[in-house]
């Protein structure tokens, strides 16, 4: 009845989508997690992270029986023939990728995987980590293959069924062409490389992304100095196809669970190889300046920032998602509560008690008082706030827009004073 028996070890964004979304392909998928309550959750149907469709293709995969849930890779990978490793891989000392939930999983595992299995390593590696894996395993007749991920979160299931390519790595190209025939069905354009290549290429893609942020983001800083509207730059420029008009909104710093730590890792690799990369350390370097540079306006805006209370508009690293790992919105009210600014702050995908800040569950509550306000991620329902309420709540006139996600007209025509990001005409009333 069903295609393939696929074992996912991890269970979070990345594990949770490709085993509900192979289940929806017709595979029989069982998903392991070492954390015993979000199996359980997942086992009554409980999908905690946000993911648009995520939730129902969870649902339609226990009803058939294609999706199952146990804790620890031992029982999911035991009749196995294709293992999938969807762990953690956070930054380590130095920057570097910690492999340790890798490696640790691969020693579970090595004497249960059935005769001829193929694990397949989804989470993003430094190259070598393919070689590393068949050493750990120690298994002849198991081959290790690449198989990097791209998606996004907030848009996990859809990137996943519709990907712009699937990279399948491995020195074994039978084995490449086994995984390979999983994605089959996605029509999606499929690159065959070995191990190393397919690793690298992960690294290349996030590192490049976010190249693109520091450079956008830098253009606009240049944007607010002489005079220029990096909207109408960035339009300008997304035209040309080289370029393309994706990836390029300037904000406070791109975050997440995978650009940052991406970045340090693909540092390290280079490190180790002698290699200098000033291309990437200017990349981090210059993402950590938009973090200071929001923190200077706002500081402007107000005077002094001790004492000051601030209304803080998201708090997520980008709208869609529920994910605060390293959001640069928590970064900036970091450095704003340690000049000693009154945080207060909302989200609408947050309620829980945040340190340095109070977190209200309403944005008005947020605002009110504030000498200033700011806007960190480009929640659709900051845009459509009541501005004239905002105007008559506020202490202050200065609303920060990071990342120029308001209708200028709206605020000024409540008498605000509106900063956005790279642009130098100030709306004010
Ligand atoms: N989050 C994303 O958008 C993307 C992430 N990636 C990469 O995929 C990998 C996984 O990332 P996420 O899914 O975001 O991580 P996550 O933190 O959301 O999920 C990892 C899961 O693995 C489980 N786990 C940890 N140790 C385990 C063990 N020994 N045995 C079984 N389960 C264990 C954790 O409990 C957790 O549920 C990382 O390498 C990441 O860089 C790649 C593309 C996109
Ligand atoms: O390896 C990963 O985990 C994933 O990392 C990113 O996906 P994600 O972390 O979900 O977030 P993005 O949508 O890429 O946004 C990253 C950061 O850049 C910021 N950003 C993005 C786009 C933009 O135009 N401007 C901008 O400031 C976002 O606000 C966010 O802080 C990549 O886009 C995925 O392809 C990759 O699979």
Redesign the pocket.
Known sequence: MFVRRIAV???????LTTGACLASLGHRVEC????AL?VNRLRAGQVDILEPGLAELVARGRATGGLTFVEG?RGAVADAEVVFL????PMGAGGAADLG?VE??AREIRDVLPRDAVVVC???VPVGTSVRLAALLGREDVAVVSNP?????GSAVHDFLHPDRVVVGSDSPRAAERVAALFAGLGAPTVLMDAASAEMVKYAANCFLAMKLSYVNAVAELCELVGADVTSVTEGMGHDRRIGQAFLKPGPGWGG??LPKDAHAMLRVADAVGVDFPLLRATVETNARQQRRVVDKVRRAVGALAGARIGVLGLVFKAGTNDLRDSPALAVAELLALEGAELVAHDPQVDRPLPGMTVVDDPYAAVRGADAVVLLTEWPEFRALDWARVAALMAGSTVLDTRNHLDPDALLRAGLVLDGTGRVHRVTA
Do not use: H, I, Q
């Not at 070890?9 to 594990?15: A, C, L, N, Q, S």
């Open positions: 070890v991890g269970t979070g964004y990345v594990g392991a997690d070492v954390d979000k890779a969807c762990l953690p891989t939930a640790a999983v989804k989470s993003t991920e791209f998606l996004r979160e669970s995978c």
